[in-house]
Nanobody
Framework: QVQLVESGGGLVQPGGSLRLSCAAS????????MGWYRQAPGKQRELVAI???????NYADSVKGRFTISRDNAKNAVYLQMNSLKPEDTAVYYC???????????WGKGTLVTVSS
């Protein structure tokens, strides 16, 4: 069974930075896609950034140029560096791992990011 554990959320002022981390454990098949989704109050969960095990990335338009995703395949970890944070970035951020061959999705429990002065 795959477990994903996020860390790094918190309260930050507009314009500030945070770095989220996610560590996956268990039997993890490759190739896979790891990444981040977020869900703001009253809104649907949306993609923030994903990265394949081969290094390809995809970002939501709203975070391009501000957020950077990276991963360490040896550690089964994925990171999200968030800069120039805005109040509209406030949400619960979820780590996701999707196995390419089976399409099986695994989710973390989420970490809250609050951007407020």
């Amino acid at each position: 069974q795959v477990q994903l554990v996020e860390s790094g959320g918190g309260l930050v002022q507009p314009g500030g930075s945070l770095r989220l981390s996610c560590a996956a454990s268990g039997i993890i098949f490759s190739p896979n896609v790891m990444g981040w989704y977020r869900q703001a109050p009253g809104k649907q969960r949306e993609l923030v950034a994903i990265m394949t095990s081969g290094g390809s990335t995809n970002y939501a338009d709203s975070v391009k140029g501000r957020f950077t995703i990276s991963r360490d395949n040896a550690k089964n970890a994925v990171y999200l560096q968030m800069n120039s944070l805005k109040p509209e970035d406030t949400a619960v951020y979820y780590c996701n791992l999707r196995v390419t061959s089976s399409g099986m999705n695994h989710w973390g429990k989420g970490t809250l990011v609050t951007v407020s002065s």
